[in-house]
C-alpha cells in the first residue's frame, strides 16, 4: 500500500527520492569511514539505493515467494552482467 500511494503523489515521490539521496550520501560517508577511497564510495552508494529499491520493490510484490536478500543479490547479478558487456 505504501509503495502505491508514494506513487500515486507526485509530493511523496520527491520526498522518498530525497530520503533514498540521503541514504546514498550516508552510504558513502560510511564507505569512506571504512577506508573506500571517494570515487569508489560515491559510486557504490548511488548503485546501491537503486538496486536496493528495486529489489524492495519485487519483495512486496503479492506474486513474490522469494526473500529481500535473495532478490537483492539477483539484482547484484543482473548488474554485473549488464557491466560486463561490451
Known amino acids: 500500500m505504501r509503495a502505491a500511494l508514494i506513487a500515486a503523489h507526485p509530493g511523496l515521490q520527491e520526498r522518498e527520492l530525497i ?5 546514498s550520501a550516508a552510504l558513502a560517508d ?6 573506500v577511497a571517494e570515487p569508489a564510495a560515491r559510486l557504490t552508494a ?9 529489489a524492495f520493490e519485487r519483495w512486496i ?5 522469494r526473500d529481500l536478500p535473495q532478490l537483492i543479490a539477483e539484482a547484484l547479478d ?3 552482467v549488464f557491466a560486463s558487456r561490451e
Open 61 to 65: 510484490d503479492d506474486a513474490n515467494d
Open 46 to 54: 548511488e548503485v546501491a539505493i537503486p538496486i536496493l529499491r528495486v
Open 19 to 23: 530520503k533514498q539521496a540521503s541514504w
Open 30 to 35: 560510511t564507505l569512506q569511514e571504512r577506508g
Open 78 to 80: 543482473q548488474m554485473e
